[in-house]
């Protein structure tokens, strides 16, 4: 308890910084149809993708803006720069890595935290990836993990193979948007029976007012396989509106297992529409963690489609929505298969007129026999000037589902705060206990560094409240 | 593609699941109107004019759950007079047990009555048409209270629009009943659209128990038949401390569609009760809006749904907390065999004023076949969290082996465990009824219906 409390003493800015640098090749503000070209011109990309990128521009013309969540039609899609290159080349070693981004990283602590443990380091700094080292042991192993973009040159066919099934570029508008300027993202392919021992983690960050981020991940887990992947976001703060629209695709193969786990701290500023899912085919299991704490508005549901018999869906999906801010997050599980399991559950904090909405979809289609899935939802409301949302949607097409189902709303007891605070805590760190423990069942899943990361972030969240 | 000039036989167009293939009429709505007082034919013109503006589905949470393409309404029009009085002369005879009655078949009414205690007691139980001769203060009030309807429902403001059969149920304040009030409805006359509304309105610390039967009129069509239109509002005004139970059974002919809506003010210290079954139709949408306007305001909603063949049951309850302490308990079940669909839909909205408040939302469903499809869509918004409790809990699964392995044991046969599970699964509602004979009847409407897919090799077989 005392650790917790003596973690941090900085503040949200420090998070926010940002650096003048001297971007080589980027697009004009605005999308068009010759944006989309000249993005693929610069990368020297196939055929394919340039046909790929078009046939998406045209659909995201073509999909009205969802209306079913509010406020997207703030977004300036003509204000955006679309595509801008950090750098001429992706680089090998550190030493490579231009002095002034590899301040920034330094200030996220990348290099430690690489000394440390973790298995490899794709940052992606605006648009590309600059800098990515995979561990010897790894690449010996047949491990991949690289920039997409990258991906695309070196692995054209694995690369291919996989792109775009997952999440087609017609899935929805922004998947359209990304399909068309995608760049940046990670590629992860382990080959069959590899386990990989520790985390593979990729710091994200978006630099330059207005600046989108489209990138792309990738992640094909072969047969047998094992991987857990961490990706964790901050960003400077900004006055106007910025725009991060990723897909994720992830192809869990027959027996193996992905972790997937995210920490979205994106400054309050930038639209969050995030299309993320996975497919796991049969004895496959498929996990995704996400917390959701920064950003104006975040769009995400991160879906599993059990396509094999015997695969597993766990998801835990977490937001905190404090001023300002729109969490509306959750998760989806589609049975496809027989004796597929699912489990999702969701925890959300909103204060200080935040909102959090829980919008959640389970589906076991027909032929899915002998399904069993749960939903749990719990939201914490930390004043009455916020809101808390709950949508699920729960379609059951076999008859031998099992499906169970409980959401529940309610505020911090003032019993709880005043017996902390009777031992000595004050009020402020009486709540952020309180929230802290409500949060556990996903702070519990993180690894270590990550979880008092995430437990900081919180209390700078409830600081910013409360102090 | 095809060739150019190839000749090509007419297909029928392709309907899209929110086409609403009724056509109410602007001149029939007049011909109404011109009958009428201004007041009224005002009404009926606004709510046309809503009609035909909104889309069927407002809320963008439901848009991708409304279906309406097994209705077959475009043959089907609505009956072209107004309903007539109700006959005259010889008290008709009230269902035992019962202190009124109002029967009413296709566009005829065919008996209107009240015990003498309860009339001399100044209940009134008429007509619309009755009430506005008899009391037009009164009328005005419930009539044209726009926000009695969901304003944003295309379906209720076409109710509201067409209607040309209606009753009304007056309790005074201080009066209560002790014996329920049968409104029964008989339609499903093939190519008919029949547009009721229904009002009850309770005075302060007014007390009443409503039975309500929807049945199939002696023309009515099964599945195959051509179709029938049967779109009726319950619209309840509860004074503060009234008390009002309303049981409805909805047992309409396989040919009929139904379109429900039910509104209620709730106001301080008032408690409602729903219980509604529903068994029959061939589409059926029902909307309940419960508004608990009063302070301390309570209502109780059970809704069972026992469905056979390809029946699509798309029901949608609004609960909305406004009053401070207010209390709202809503269980959903639904028994689906065959092909069945059941949409249950729940939203329950907590205002920023709705200090204190109790809201449990529970949906279950139990798919009795592979065909069966059971959808739950039990939402929250929340703005206040100075709640006793906000939350929804929702299940679907199949017949629990634990319960019929126990019944079994007990040396029932696995096919009479299985009914005693599935009857007992619908039994809340059917334990709230207030009326004996009403209870009886759903008992065995419920029976029936299970016997009737059993022998059809459906429910019990596919379930084992």
Redesign the interface.
């Known amino acids: 308890m005392t650790a917790t409390r003596d973690l941090v003493a900085d503040k949200r800015e420090q998070f926010a910084f940002h650096d003048d640098i001297v971007y080589l090749a980027e697009t004009k503000r605005g999308l068009t149809r010759e944006t989309v070209e000249e993005i693929s011109r610069f990368k020297n990309e196939p055929e394919w993708m340039l046909k790929y990128r078009l046939r998406s521009f045209d659909h995201f013309l073509k999909r009205p803006m969802p ?2 969540t509010d406020g997207l039609d703030r977004i300036d899609f003509d204000k955006i720069v679309y595509y801008r290159k950090p750098s001429e080349r992706e680089e090998r070693s550190w030493d490579d890595v231009p002095d002034q981004i590899k301040a920034t990283f330094e200030r996220l602590g990348i290099p430690e935290a690489e000394r440390k443990f973790l298995a490899g380091v794709g940052a992606q700094y605006d648009s590309e990836v600059v800098y990515h080292s995979v561990k010897e042991e790894l690449s010996k192993l047949g491990v991949v993990f690289m920039g997409t973009d990258q991906a695309l040159v070196e692995y054209p066919e694995i690369f291919q193979k996989h792109f775009g099934t997952v999440v087609p570029a017609e899935d929805n508008k922004f998947s359209a948007l990304n399909g068309a300027v995608w760049s940046g993202g990670s590629f992860v392919y382990v080959p069959k029976g590899v386990e990989v021992p520790l985390p593979l983690q990729a710091y994200f960050r978006i630099n330059g007012e207005n600046t989108g981020q489209f990138e792309r991940t990738l992640i094909v887990v072969d047969e047998g396989a094992k991987v857990s992947y961490v990706e964790g976001c901050t960003a400077p703060i900004y006055a106007t509106d910025s725009l991060h629209v990723a897909v994720v695709e992830v192809v869990a193969l027959p027996g193996s297992k992905v972790r997937y786990t995210t920490i979205q701290n994106w400054s309050n500023d930038v639209y969050n529409l995030v299309t993320k899912r996975a497919h796991a085919y049969e004895n496959a299991t498929v996990e995704w963690i996400d917390a959701n704490t920064g950003s104006r508005k975040t769009v995400k549901y991160p879906s599993i489609y059990l396509r094999g018999e015997n695969s597993t869906a766990d998801i835990i999906s977490v937001a905190v929505a404090g001023k300002g801010q729109h969490q509306d997050t959750g998760a989806k599980a589609i049975h496809l298969a027989p004796n597929t399991r699912s489990r999702i559950v969701s925890k959300s904090v909103s204060k200080d007129g935040g909102r959090a909405t829980y919008r959640g979809h389970l589906k076991v289609s ?1 032929g899915a026999t002998n399904v069993v899935a749960s939903v749990r939802c719990d ?1 914490l ?4 000037i ?26 911090v007891s003032a019993d709880q705060v005043f017996y902390l605070m009777s031992r000595g805590l004050t009020e402020n760190e009486a709540t952020n206990l309180i929230v802290q423990g409500f949060l556990e069942v996903f702070t519990k899943e993180l690894p270590m560094e990550y979880a008092i990361e995430f437990n900081r972030l919180v209390k700078l969240e409830m600081e910013g409240s409360l102090g | 593609m095809t060739l150019a000039g190839a000749p090509r036989a007419a297909r029928p167009a392709r309907r899209t699941p929110h086409e609403l293939t009724f056509t109410l009429e602007e001149a029939l709505v007049e011909q109404f109107a011109a009958e009428e007082p201004e007041w009224l034919a005002a009404d009926r013109r606004a709510a046309l004019e809503r009609f035909r503006a909104l889309p069927i589905e407002t809320n963008p949470l439901y848009t991708t759950y409304v279906d309406l393409r097994t209705t077959d309404l475009a043959e089907v029009t609505a009956w072209p007079e107004p309903a007539g009085a109700a006959p005259s002369g010889g008290a008709a005879a009230l269902p035992e047990g019962a202190a009124g009655v109002a029967e009413l078949v296709e566009d005829e009414v065919a008996a209107v009555a009240l015990d003498d205690a309860t009339r001399d007691a100044g209940v009134v139980l008429d007509t619309i048409g009755g009430l506005i001769r008899r009391d037009p203060a009164l009328a005005t009030r419930l009539l044209a209270d726009a926000r009695s309807l969901p304003i944003d429902d295309k379906l209720a403001q076409m109710t509201r629009a067409g209607w040309n059969q209606g009753v009304v149920l007056h309790v005074p304040a201080g009066v209560r009943l002790e014996r329920p009030i049968v409104i029964r409805w008989e339609a499903g006359e093939p190519g008919r659209a029949l547009l009721t509304r229904t009002i009850l309105d309770l005075g302060e610390g007014a007390a009443a128990a409503v039975v309500e039967e929807h049945e199939p009129s002696s023309a009515a069509n099964d599945r195959t038949g051509r179709q029938a239109l049967f779109s009726g509002t319950l619209e309840v005004h509860l004074g503060a401390g009234a008390d009002l139970s309303i049981a409805s059974i909805q047992d309409l002919a396989t040919g009929t569609v139904a379109f429900q809506h039910r509104q209620a003010e709730i106001g301080e210290g008032a408690s409602l009760r729903w219980a509604l079954a529903q068994l029959g139709g061939r589409l059926v949408r029902s909307r309940v809006d419960n508004r608990l306007a009063g302070d301390r305001s309570t209502v109780e909603q059970v809704e069972i749904v026992f469905g056979a063949d390809d029946q699509l049951f798309d029901l949608t309850s609004y609960t909305r907390h406004i009053g401070r302490d207010t209390t709202g308990n809503l269980l959903s079940k639904a028994a689906l065999l065959d092909a069945t669909r059941s949409y249950m839909k729940g939203l329950i909205v907590i205002e920023p004023t709705a200090v204190g408040t109790d809201s449990f939302l529970g949906e279950f469903g139990m798919n009795l076949s592979k065909q069966a499809r059971a959808v739950a869509i039990p939402s929250l918004e929340i703005d206040q969290p100075d709640c006793r409790r906000a939350a929804h809990s929702s299940s679907v699964g199949p017949i629990d082996e634990t319960q019929l392995f126990y019944l079994e044991s007990r040396g029932i046969d696995p096919a009479e465990a299985r009914k005693f599970i599935v009857l007992g699964f619908l039994e809340p509602v059917v334990a709230r009824v207030p009326l004996e004979s009403a209870r009886d009847q759903l008992r065995e409407l419920l029976e029936a219906k299970w016997d009737v897919a059993d022998r059809a090799g459906g429910a019990a077989a596919s379930a084992a």
């Open positions: 209306t079913w027909p939201a409301m930390l004043d009455d916020s809101r808390s949302d709950t949508y699920p949607y729960i379609d059951i097409q076999e008859d031998d589902t099992t499906m169970t189902h409980e959401a529940t709303v309610g505020k």
